[in-house]
């Protein structure tokens, strides 16, 4: 989007997210989308396999076209950075490499359950297909390509209630068994998966000289599009707000700075962050270790820099407020959480915890605290993981937002906005 990013309102903020969670159907998708935002706004792209000559600027580079670091360089840079960070991948249903499944006169697709969907809600949707292909090209090279059908092409059919009486009351999903996608009647023979995807890949890239697919990484996702909605418009509804609402947050405000920014995209934060893109992966201390001349800068770096790790946290829920500590309960529309947990599986500190509560009086924006219920498990995310690989003061905010994992999630648009006010606030400070 174009603009002066300070200047944009709660309402042109939101339609620019709901614009940039659409065309995100996946990791792949959320990372080419941010890097077309920065590009416009000046940034120039970075690749690790070549010689860099870092100077005053604008910088990003991605890894596996799935993970994405920007960076506004500080001078000197041991003023440390002010980084944000998120994550790109949400909890779903991958496509399997021997995906074709005939039977019973249809054609089916087998999947890999990624990360702790909420399976139910899984059910009865219009599904479509997106992901990324590895091309061999007509002149011997290899290309990854993005692709994405925009256009429902399945679902997975509840089984009636007359045929299962106890459902209402006793509903499991058996994973294997029951979450296949139907996808038509069955498929001429000797037309494979692969066929289709070439299909669509010559329907996407009609110019595009390619021999044959490789290989996939492919993703169902609902074709239904995030909205805005609730009597007086107060909440955003659609898929992957469980972390494109955060990497968002982070784009924008990171737009908007001029200087000492970073932002951190990982992918892999659903499966537990532990991988060549993953928050507990090389990735940002690599790029780090890069920028600074040797280990003294980069200590001093560190040590002057924070880290606003933003992902989602659960809102009071009215239905079930049973569920959580109600002193410490987000509600929706009422502020960004910090989240707290002294056993470690959030970073918040007492420090960092003073720095964003300051921050956000000084923009007159509420926050609210979020520490679970002693019964219950805590989630975690990528702020504790980047905190104790690079010994960064960490703080783990999001926000309030429910149905987590849901196909379908909810969140407030007051919360969306006021999150990217206090960042861009952090990223304005010195
Ligand atoms: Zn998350």
New binding site residues.
Partial sequence: MDGDCMKLTNHSFNEALLNYINQSPTAYHATYEAKQILLKKGYTELFEKDSWKIGQGKYLVSRNDSSLIAFTTPSPLTDGFKMAGA?TD?PGLKIKPNACKKGNNYFQVAVEVYGGPLLNTWFDRDLSLAGAVFVEMEDLTFQKVLIDFKRPLGIIASLAIHLDREANDKKSVQKQKELLPLLGITLTPNVSFLDLLEAQLVKQYPNLKFKKILDYDLSLFDESPAKIIGINEEFIVGARL??LL?CFINLMAITSSTTNSLIVLNDH??CGSTSTTGADGSFLKDILLRICKDQEEYQRMIASSMLISC??AHALHPNFPEKMDEAHAPIINQGPAIKINNNQRYATNLETSGIFTHLAQTVDIPVQKFSSRNDMPCGS?IGPITSSLLGVKTIDVGVPTFA?HSIRETAGIKDSFYLYQIISKYMHTN
Avoid: R
Wanted: proline fraction near 0%.
């Fill in positions: 994550h949400s469980d972390n955060s934060e659903e992902d989602n995310t987590m």
